[in-house]
């Protein structure tokens, strides 16, 4: 596995899009997903060192990207898993914790420290 993989599944194209080229640029691997059947898809033919996973894909509250979070647990133990949300609430953020995210992240962002987030968690992948 190449320690600077990086699984994006966001439903916004336009956010898809610039997560995308920034690590891009960056020299990391990514690939990227808009469903959680895509993501699926992903994790079970590719590893990857990091996902990031927006918790609300398709406008359905939380529950498609916990389920991302609880498939990329299930299929891929050593990837490190970081929710991002411009929705966060501290229950939002206990589920998430409890499902077993490794860091949880509040859009926006800027790139640089969402950046420096999966360095450090890269690293430490298994």
């Known amino acids: 596995m190449d320690n600077r993989s990086v699984l994006i599944i966001d439903d916004e194209a336009a956010i898809r899009f610039v997560l995308v080229e920034y690590f891009r640029d960056r020299g990391w691997s990514v690939d990227a997903a808009e469903t959680r059947e ?20 398709g406008g359905r509250k939380e529950v ?4 991302v979070v609880d498939s990329a647990r299930r299929l891929r133990p050593g990837t490190r ?7 966060a ?11 077993g995210i490794d860091a949880f992240v509040e859009k926006p962002l800027p790139l640089p420290q969402l950046e420096a987030i999966l360095d450090r968690l890269a690293g430490s992948a298994l």
């Open 38 to 57: 895509e993501a699926e898809k992903l994790l079970t033919g590719t590893p990857y060192s990091v996902m990031i996973v927006d918790l609300r894909l």
């Open 64 to 67: 498609e990207g916990l389920d």
């Open 81 to 87: 898993v970081v929710p991002l949300t411009g929705h």
């Open 89 to 99: 609430t501290s229950e939002l953020e206990a589920e998430a914790r409890r499902r």
